[in-house]
Structures are given as structure tokens and as C-alpha cells.
């Protein structure tokens, strides 16, 4: 049963071929068996699932369909989950119950979805390979002893391993698409303002954004249809009608533009992953896509953009976090001033620290104007380039990461090395586009993805064109061994 995808678990659920109780406590008892292997979960909400399979057992009994009643799912542990531990992979908030569901939370629970538990990630979102949590690293699937991508790492790890069909997952940087290629999974970054980002705790708030995590582009779009939508209580939020996301699935690719952004082909990329690439334009060229080169002259700038921005952001974010009303407080404090400071010296990670004192000396009098004035006008140059590209294409294809996923701790000691693994991922953030890694291979048993991005709210076609490659490849149905 664990093998099921959320698609096959609605026909099975409407066919009453199982009930989401007996499914949700099979899953359970592979969480418990096989994640001590991975640690993707921070908390299991065991009775809070068995309850919640129950009612949708009873809301199916009584007549209601739907394509997540009943569906079991967890949430990225930085969506507040009420009454139950929201940590952000952060000792900060390790002793943190959220008063209140996050809207993600609330839409998905009203659709019926079984939350499992809450999964790793690394603290505050910050990162590419998950190692940066306070509850330690999460491992791959396809092979233990690597990174799964972060920072969603610990969604990512579940959905590989089989542990469940699919999961929330958050993205600034890269923290949906990245990991997804390093587990070989689906996953969509949405159109900045797609999905609310309400109860969502911020890490950068002009450039993070809530997305589904699964095995594949059909699921993507069941548990995207479940999380988009307009939401009063997040300013950002657009007011734009949701498509029927699984409507378009099937759509012909017939004359579809993708475009090669020539940049992302030159030194940096692992020429066996460059192959991979080519080889799933080939498959979108038998289905009847014509592809294009094109240009991202700005691309370069990205990760220093990137990386003055999204500190910046933090550092007004994570202030919230001062040992007074909520989260770790340090033990005996002489005044307020050591109360701060060591409650956020005890309480936050080196990486978050790190961002923190980045940020603040970004954002400060003197440096406001060389560095973060700078970098915005990057991030609008940035958004000029696509916005020229999608004059000429519908959508942008290429790699979803430069390297395979790399051991656990071997680029502990440098920070900047890490950043660079976010370099075709970071633009769309910046630019608000919506974005989907999808299984294109692997390379030595690691997996490989490959980058779709479309102009604003074309989610549908992302999933279209991915849902279409699905259909003639089958790296996406690939289990890793021992899950
Ligand atoms: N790796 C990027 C960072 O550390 C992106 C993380 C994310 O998308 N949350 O900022």
C-alpha cells in the first residue's frame, strides 16, 4: 500500500478497496520501522492522524468524494500546526506549540488530508542539504550516507522512502525543486503569492512561498489544488481564480517553446547531468516541443543577490525570536540585554547566525545602499531577463542543481560552496516565477532533476509538460532500494 501514489490512493479510497484509517496506520508503522534510518520527521502525530483518517472514513461513508479526503500527508515542520510542536528545525523553537493552523494547514485538513507528522528541515529553512537542523541530518534515501537536499530535506527523504505519498514543502532558494532533485520527486515552487504564506513562520518574506512535494506531476497538482488560493490574511496573497490543475495534465506539447538558457550549460554543471538533461529535451521533442536557445544575461548575479537579500530579510524576521514571548529562553539572565543576547546566542544555529549578522550589516546605514539597494536592482534585472525569455518561449528548461547530491558534512566547512548549489534555482524567487523539478535520471545511483520554469501563474503548464514527460519515462516511479 505504501507504493501508492495520492492519485491511486483517491480511486482506492473511493472504490473502497481500503480505508484512509487502515492506510494511515500501515504508513504509520513504516514511519516508525524505517525512519530511524532517514530522521525525517522532527514530530509523528500519531493520534492526530488516526483521529483525522477516521473522520474522513466517516465523511466518505456519508457520501462526500474528493481527491484528499482521507489522503495521507505531512507538513515541513515550519507550518503551524495548533496545539502541536512548530520548530523550524530550531532549538529556538524546539519547546514552540503554534496557537493556530497555518492556512496550508487548515485548507488541506478541510479537504480531508491526514497529517502524519511534521517533518526535518534545516533550522530556519537555511540551507541545501538539511544538516543545518537542530534535530541532525537528515539522510537520502538512495543513498545514506548523502545529503536529500534542503531545506526541505526531511519531506523530501518521507515521499522517497515510501513513507507517504506526498508532502508540504517551502521554497526561497531552491528548498522545494532541490531536494526534489536529489530524491528523484516532483515538487513545485508556486508563483510568489499563489499559496498563502499565512502561519508560515518567514525565513524571507518577499521570496518565500509554500508548495507540494510528491512523486509525481499528477499528485503535484492534487495537493497544489488543495493549497492555492486567495487568503485575506496574508497581504501577499493574489486574488486570482484557481485552475482545475488536473485538468490540463494531458494537453498536448505539440508546438510547446522551451527554451535553453545558454548560461546554464557553461563550467559549474556536471557534464553527466548536463547529458541527462539533453536527454529528457529529446523526450519533450518526440512530444512534439520545439526548443530554443535562449539568454539569461543576468544569471551570474543571482547568488550574491540572493544571498544579501534573503539575510537581509531574516535579520528583520528572526528578531521576533528574543527569549521574551516565545521560544528558548536562556537560563538565569542578569539583565534584558544578556537575556537577548544569550537566549538568541543559545537558541539559534551557527548558520542562522550567520544570515543574522549578514543581514543586519547589509541592511545598516553605511552598507544599505551598496549592498542591499544593489541587490534589488539585480533581482529586477533578473526579472527583466525572464520576462524577455518568455517573449520568445513558453517555458525555461535545464538542470535543477549543478552537482549530484553530495555526502553528509563534506561541505560543512564552507558555507559559500553550499550557496553555489542553489544557482539555477535562486532567479525564480527572485523574480516570483513559478518553478517544478521533475526525475530525469540518475548518475553512481544518485538521482537527477531537471528544472521547468514558466511566466507567472502557469503552474498548469509546468505541470502539464512534466505530467506528459511522466508518461513516456518512468525515473519517477523508481523506489530506492531497502524503501
Ligand atoms: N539554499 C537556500 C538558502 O539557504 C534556499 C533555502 C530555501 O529555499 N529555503 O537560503
Excluded at 71 to 99: E, V, W, Y
Excluded at 151 to 157: D, E, Q, T
Excluded at 224 to 229: H, T, V, W, Y
Excluded at 388 to 410: M, Y
Amino acid at each position: 500500500m505504501h507504493q501508492l501514489t495520492l492519485a491511486e490512493i483517491a480511486r482506492g479510497l473511493a472504490d473502497k478497496k481500503f480505508s484512509s484509517e487502515e492506510l494511515t496506520r500501515t504508513l504509520l508503522a513504516r514511519i516508525n520501522q524505517l525512519d530511524p534510518q532517514l530522521n525525517s520527521f522532527i514530530s509523528v502525530t500519531e493520534e492526530l492522524a488516526i483521529s483525522q483518517a477516521r473522520a474522513a472514513d466517516a465523511r466518505r461513508a456519508a457520501g462526500e468524494n474528493g481527491p484528499l479526503l482521507g489522503a495521507p500527508i505531512a507538513h515541513k515542520d515550519l507550518f503551524c500546526t495548533q496545539g502541536i510542536r512548530t520548530s523550524c528545525g530550531s532549538k529556538m523553537l524546539d519547546n514552540f506549540k503554534a496557537p493556530y493552523d497555518a492556512t496550508v494547514v487548515s485548507k488541506l485538513a478541510e479537504a480531508g488530508a491526514v497529517t502524519l507528522g511534521k517533518t526535518n528541515m534545516d533550522e530556519f529553512a537555511m540551507g541545501s542539504a538539511n544538516e543545518s537542523s537542530h534535530y541532525g541530518p537528515v539522510k537520502n534515501p538512495w543513498n545514506l550516507e548523502h545529503v536529500p537536499g534542503g531545506s526541505s530535506g526531511g519531506s523530501a527523504a518521507a515521499v522517497a522512502a515510501r513513507l507517504l505519498p506526498a508532502a508540504t514543502a517551502t521554497d526561497t532558494g531552491g528548498s522545494i525543486r532541490q531536494p526534489a532533485a536529489l530524491t528523484s520527486l516532483t515538487g513545485l515552487k508556486p508563483t510568489y503569492g499563489r499559496v498563502s504564506r499565512w502561519g508560515m513562520i518567514a525565513y524571507a518574506s518577499s521570496l518565500d512561498q509554500g508548495g507540494p512535494l510528491a512523486r509525481t506531476a499528477e499528485d503535484c497538482a492534487l495537493l497544489l489544488q488543495g493549497m492555492a488560493g486567495f487568503d485575506a490574511k496574508d497581504s501577499t496573497c493574489i486574488d486570482e481564480p484557481v485552475p482545475d490543475y488536473s485538468a490540463s495534465l494531458n494537453n498536448s506539447l505539440e508546438g510547446l517553446r522551451i527554451g535553453l538558457p545558454k548560461e546554464y550549460f557553461g563550467a559549474g554543471l556536471d557534464p553527466r547531468i548536463a547529458d541527462l538533461v539533453q536527454a529528457s529535451v529529446k523526450e519533450l521533442e518526440k512530444l512534439g516541443a520545439v526548443v530554443k536557445e535562449i539568454s539569461l544575461p543576468n544569471m551570474q548575479h543571482a547568488i550574491p543577490a540572493y544571498y544579501v537579500i534573503a539575510p537581509a530579510e531574516a535579520s528583520s524576521n528572526l528578531s521576533r525570536f528574543d527569549g521574551v514571548r516565545f521560544g528558548y529562553r536562556c537560563e538565569n539572565p542578569v539583565d534584558l540585554t544578556d537575556l537577548y543576547k544569550r537566549s538568541r546566542g543559545e537558541g539559534f544555529g551557527i548558520e542562522v547566525q550567520r544570515r543574522i549578522m549578514v543581514g543586519a550589516y547589509a541592511l545598516s546605514a553605511g552598507y544599505y545602499d551598496a549592498y542591499y539597494l544593489q541587490a534589488q536592482k539585480i533581482r529586477r534585472l533578473i526579472k527583466n531577463d525572464f520576462m524577455a525569455a518568455f517573449n520568445e518561449v513558453d517555458v525555461i528548461l535545464g538542470p535543477t542543481t549543478p552537482n549530484l547530491a553530495w555526502k553528509i558534512g563534506a561541505k560543512n566547512n564552507d558555507p559559500v560552496a553550499e550557496y553555489l548549489e542553489d544557482v539555477y534555482t535562486i532567479t525564480a524567487n527572485l523574480a516570483g516565477l513559478p518553478g517544478l523539478s521533475m526525475p530525469a535520471g540518475f548518475v553512481d545511483g544518485l538521482p537527477v532533476g531537471v528544472q521547468l520554469l514558466a511566466p507567472y501563474f502557469q503552474e498548469g503548464r509546468l505541470l502539464n509538460v512534466a505530467h506528459r514527460y511522466q508518461q513516456v519515462t518512468d525515473w519517477h516511479t523508481r523506489a530506492p532500494t531497502g524503501f
